[in-house]
């Protein structure tokens, strides 16, 4: 089932991601159809926290934020790196801006509040970012994922399946796409 067929979908890259937070929603957004574009602030191959390690396809200078329809960020210490890079930053804040669906998990909306985007966002993360989300306006509530708005958020590995169901249904109910048909 092609859910996502014709779908741009970005996932975000750096030093040190959290390997499952990027492979799994990378294969189940390629599963839906969905054509993914690692991005990242080099073109070069990053290695994760546990070894695996992922090439950038394109930079953050080389596209523009309306060439893609979903913004996935995954956490690691990935989030707290690529944050450094203002170029990163401002892209993900035009992105978050234009109302398409995002996704963050874990450590991941670190790069959210670099951008300035979560006042008034209700949303999970890993725990040790929960007072960094609260001084960026957000309100963090501890459950395995929260929806607000276009904003998908979960806070650890475990909580991917879970969280990618309720992101893919976000995704076509913003980008409007034909609801796939349940048996």
């Known amino acids: 089932m092609a859910r996502l067929k014709g779908v741009r979908v970005a996932v975000v890259a750096g030093p040190e991601f959290e390997d499952l937070e990027l492979f799994y929603p990378y294969y189940r957004f390629v599963e839906e159809g969905a054509e993914v574009k ?29 060439e893609f329809d979903v913004l996935f960020i995954p956490g690691g210490w990935m989030p707290d790196r690529v944050r450094r890079d203002r170029r990163a930053v401002e892209w993900i804040r035009q992105f978050f801006l234009s109302g398409k669906p995002v996704g963050a998990i874990c450590h991941g909306p670190q790069l959210l509040i670099s951008a300035r985007v979560l006042t008034g966002y209700r949303l999970t993360a890993v725990s040790a970012i929960k007072d960094d989300l609260e001084y960026a306006g957000a309100l963090y509530v501890d459950e395995p994922v929260v929806r607000d708005r276009n904003l998908v958020t979960s806070r650890v590995p475990p909580d991917l399946p879970m969280m990618m169901p309720v992101l893919i249904s976000a995704i076509e109910e913003l980008l409007r796409l034909p609801r796939a048909k349940t048996v």
């Open 38 to 66: 690692v991005i990242g602030p080099e073109r070069k191959a990053y290695a994760g926290k546990h070894g695996l390690t992922v090439n950038v396809d394109v930079t953050f200078d080389e596209v523009k934020p309306e």
